[in-house]
T-cell receptor, first 114, second 113 residues
Framework: DTGVSQNPRHKITKRGQNVTFRCDPI?????LYWYRQTLGQGPEFLTY????????KSRLLSDRFSAERPKGSFSTLEIQRTEQGDSAMYLC????????????FGSGTQLSVL | KQEVTQIPAALSVPEGENLVLNCSFT??????LQWFRQDPGKGLTSLLL?????REQTSGRLNASLDKSSGRSTLYIAASQPGDSATYLC????????????FGTGTRLQVTL
């Protein structure tokens, strides 16, 4: 068990390009979450999966954002037509299906949109 | 609106001092509260989780308390060390929003030699 893994660690892109991030959760964890964090702020919830089902999406997740977890294992977060305001750290977390639902976070993907 | 607030935003203490970090939340119908540590440019490391039915949790030099009636949680760090320097975030989960953590903006701690 190596914890939650996110790739890439850093992504620099030009405005208008599409980007995709990957998250590999802890293997036995059913639940997977995406959060976004800007400088000096706490993480903000984006979306949540239980197995392959996307059960909740924040209003922060505009139509340009899409997340998938096709086989209930890894997840991808895609941003289409990136804007400078999308620059942030994108964090993935996973948790087991348990009463406590303690979250374990990955190291994040730092996105810079030029 | 369910919100989490952490004050102060930054704190500097000399090595060896005991310290308390504060977290307040607006809705007492809390499900649980989790404390995290974040090093610059890195992800979050879970420190302690307190369920709504609990008053405190301890791990090594760390002790977290929860007072639902006053809407407050504290993280106590004993005998601080330079390696404790980081940003500390608290996050609340409320009943009815089981999938979502709401974070404070964090307290940036510096422990000086």
């Amino acid at each position: 068990d190596t914890g939650v893994s996110q790739n890439p660690r850093h992504k620099i892109t030009k405005r208008g390009q599409n980007v995709t991030f990957r998250c590999d959760p802890i293997s036995e964890h059913n639940r997977l979450y995406w959060y976004r964090q800007t400088l000096g702020q706490g993480p903000e919830f984006l979306t949540y999966f239980q197995n392959e089902a996307q059960l909740e999406k924040s209003r922060l997740l505009s139509d340009r954002f899409s997340a998938e977890r096709p086989k209930g294992s890894f997840s991808t977060l895609e941003i289409q037509r990136t804007e400078q305001g999308d620059s942030a750290m994108y964090l993935c977390a996973s948790s087991p299906l348990s009463k406590t639902e303690k979250l374990f976070f990955g190291s994040g993907t730092q996105l810079s949109v030029l | 609106k369910q919100e989490v607030t952490q004050i102060p935003a930054a704190l500097s203490v000399p090595e060896g001092e005991n310290l308390v970090l504060n977290c307040s939340f607006t809705d007492s119908a809390i499900y649980n509260l989790q404390w995290f540590r974040q090093d610059p440019g890195k992800g979050l490391t879970s420190l302690l989780l307190i369920q709504s039915s609990q008053r405190e949790q301890t791990s090594g030099r760390l002790n977290a308390s929860l007072d639902k009636s006053s809407g407050r949680s504290t993280l106590y760090i004993a005998a601080s060390q330079p390696g404790d320097s980081a940003t500390y975030l608290c996050a609340a989960r409320w009943s009815g929003t089981a999938s979502k953590l709401t974070f404070g903006t964090g307290t940036r701690l510096q422990v000086t030699l």
